[in-house]
């Protein structure tokens, strides 16, 4: 069975750099079949893409969030990693990561729970 | 404000039809193929419908999702209780601002 589990700070202080970890199982983070994915709800909000990696290295990047955001991944431990830095409140939310599957489009068929990361003095 | 446009609530009685829309452009819906996502707030999204119209194992004939032009519409039939639930588009944008884009969400509300 596939599973995605996020982990990092729940809590992160203004202008400080947001870190959280993707942890991968059932599934291969060196598969051609798929793309790996970062996507947040802000508070009140819906739902926006932030970024994904490919196992070759290729990534893609929100425009908006572009300037901020790193991703990288660690195939020895089958995980992925999000990094936004200088935060403000605005990045407070719930953060997913996901999995896409090219027999599908790419469309995402496994998410994992979120975490819900404040950023709050 | 999102690059797709939904509307932000639909209500219905139970065992009704009821359906959402998704408009975007020819850059976005126009080129690439629409998803659709159920999701409760505080649970990971569900995949509904991939490319237009496909429903992934799992997933009950009463969801139908289709495309026309720069517009796509998830469909669900025989409405449930457990239908509640926050539903998104999703397609790949194509243009200078490349990647994925949502819609606003739509809020279904099973009366």
């Known amino acids: 069975q596939v599973q995605l589990q996020e982990s990092g700070p729940g809590l992160v202080k203004p202008s400080q750099t947001l870190s959280l970890t993707c942890t991968v199982s059932?599934?291969?983070?060196?598969?051609?079949?798929?793309?790996w994915t970062w996507i947040r709800q802000p508070a009140g909000e819906g739902l926006q893409w932030i970024g994904r990696?490919?196992?070759?290295?290729?990534?893609n990047y929100n425009p908006s969030l572009a300037s901020r955001v790193s991703i990288s991944v660690d195939t020895s431990n089958n995980q992925f990693s999000l990094k936004l830095t200088s935060v403000t409140a605005a990045d407070t939310g719930v953060y997913y990561c996901?999995?896409?599957?090219?027999?599908?489009?790419?469309?995402?068929?496994?998410w994992g729970q979120g975490t819900l990361v404040a950023v709050s003095s | 404000q999102s690059v797709l446009t939904q509307p932000p609530s639909v209500s219905a009685t139970p065992g009704q039809k009821v359906t959402i829309s998704c408009s975007g452009s020819s850059s976005n819906i126009g080129s690439n193929s629409v998803s659709w996502y159920r999701h409760l707030p505080g649970t990971a999204p569900k995949l509904l419908i991939y490319?237009?119209?496909k429903r992934p194992s799992g997933i009950p004939d009463r969801f139908s999702g289709s495309k026309s032009g720069t517009s796509a519409t998830l469909a669900i039939t025989g409405l449930q209780t457990g239908d509640e639930a926050d539903y998104y588009c999703e397609t790949w944008e194509t243009n200078l601002s490349a990647g994925w884009v949502f819609g606003g969400g739509t809020k279904l509300t099973v009366l």
């Open positions: 490319e237009n119209n």
């Open positions: 059932g599934s291969s983070i060196n598969s051609d079949n798929h793309w």
């Open positions: 990696i490919f196992n070759t290295g290729s990534i």
């Open positions: 996901a999995r896409e599957y090219r027999g599908y489009d790419f469309a995402i068929d496994f």
